[in-house]
């Protein structure tokens, strides 16, 4: 089947044709169907739709901070081809458009009647050149082509087959190109999948049946005693979002949900044939923030592999909810500027994902306040035309490396060859 051209407005591209859509298993089918019909009855997520550009950043979503992030320079070109793979309701296209003025953007949805809340949203806010398309995952080669961004957040563990899931979109992803995932983790999300069951177990019958899931569900959460570690966990990590029966519904209603820890999630990027990047968190894998008090126990865990160290990571802190982090198809080659000429000989420019400019205190891509001393700002600002080198930007202002280096290690700086 052929998928439909755009039309003049590039929001408003008409849904394929489900008629014609290859045939799954009955189990995947049916899956499939389910989420599809949850995220029809409430559409996910349930941001409000503005009349302008949508606040603030996420540098995942900005192709020209993903790319430095994760090979350590700028992209030479900006005119990327985006895939938001499971766009729900819009909120991460939309960012996608605007972070990205140069790029093509294709977004894809089991949901049709998410799919038009995300095209009143891009249409609302001017975000242009995307097209939107009702498919699944699984199907996602009938878009014919490849993409040097994919972005997936919070679709692959909804699938029946994960694995089928990965491994579809890994084929589409270009040689070099970046893939962005975002998936559960089992540890942080233990109370959730007890009251998911619970749920379900008092639906009996009329599971599948959304509205009732909610309803039964704050039932629940009323009638249990505060105390209860259910109740207090809710209260302690989701409360804030799950006054929105959307919210809750995705949390505690969803008909299918695979959670992972590190040892699972490695068999899902092995199964992928992609390489691991490093995780777009990497504050919370940094083991020196739990075991830096104690210089043993840091020379013990030097001794493990990286897989291991992140379980160990994830076992001493088991507050993580989600996984995100970055995969890349080969050839995967990232710049090292550990050499001094060659980090002189480097073209600086100000990352495009920080807020405070121009001043001396900031955010930095992670919304952490960094605060520049004088000779710092002076060298950033020398920065922002992006054409002069290290060595000649240092010629005028006296900056130590090391302290570059730091910024560049924020991300307040990117670098070109």
């Known amino acids: 089947m052929n998928l439909p051209a755009p039309d003049r407005d590039p929001a408003n591209v008409s849904q394929g044709d489900p008629a014609n859509a290859p045939q799954n298993t009955p189990d995947r ?14 559409p996910f997520p349930p941001e409000p739709i503005l009349d302008e550009a949508p606040p ?3 540098w995942r979503w900005h192709w020209e901070a993903a790319y430095n992030f994760c090979y350590r320079r700028r992209p030479d070109r900006k005119d990327a081809r985006i895939l938001d793979a499971g766009c729900g309701s819009g909120v991460s296209t939309e960012y996608l458009s605007h972070l990205n003025p140069e790029a093509q953007i294709t977004a894809i949805d089991i949901s049709p009647g998410t799919l038009e809340v995300a095209r009143e949203r891009c249409r609302r806010s001017n975000a242009t050149r995307v097209e939107f398309h009702n498919l699944s995952l699984y199907d996602v080669d009938r878009l014919g082509g490849q993409f040097d961004l994919i972005n997936s957040v919070g679709v692959l ?5 994960p694995i089928a899931g990965i491994q579809a979109l890994a084929k589409q992803l270009a040689p070099g190109g970046l893939f962005h995932i975002f998936v559960y983790s089992e540890l942080g999300r233990r109370e959730v999948l007890l009251a998911q069951r619970a749920i379900a177990m008092l639906q009996g019958e009329k599971r599948g049946d959304y509205t009732d899931g909610v309803a039964i569900g704050r039932k629940l959460f009323a009638a249990l005693p505060e105390t209860n570690r259910l109740v207090v966990e809710d209260k302690r990590r989701w409360s804030l979002e799950n006054h929105r029966d959307a919210n809750f519904a995705d949390m505690y209603v969803h008909p299918q949900e695979c959670d992972y820890n590190v040892e699972t999630l490695f068999e899902l990027i092995d199964a ?6 490093g995780f777009s968190n990497p504050a919370y894998w940094d083991l020196d923030r739990l075991l830096g008090s104690d210089p043993e126990l840091q020379t013990r865990a030097k001794e493990l592999g990286d897989r291991e160290r992140y379980r160990l990571i994830e076992l001493l802190d088991p507050e ?17 500027w550990g050499d001094d000429a060659r980090l002189l000989a480097a073209r600086p420019s100000l990352s495009p994902c920080i807020q405070g400019w121009p001043s001396r205190s900031l955010f930095d891509l992670d919304y952490q306040i960094v605060e520049l001393s004088e000779i710092e700002f002076e060298f950033v600002r020398a920065c922002e035309s992006g054409d002069r080198r290290v060595s000649e930007i240092l010629s005028d202002i006296a900056l130590p490396l090391e302290r570059l280096r730091q910024l560049i290690a924020r991300q307040i700086l990117l670098l070109a060859p």
């Open 272 to 277: 992928s044939g992609l390489e691991f990047v």
């Open 29 to 42: 089918a049916a899956a499939t169907n389910a989420v599809a019909s949850l995220y029809d009855t409430y």
């Open 157 to 161: 563990h909804h699938l029946p087959d």
């Open 56 to 58: 603030g950043y996420n």
């Open 320 to 336: 993580l909810s989600h996984y995100e982090f970055f995969l890349a198809k080969p050839p995967f080659t990232p710049s090292d």
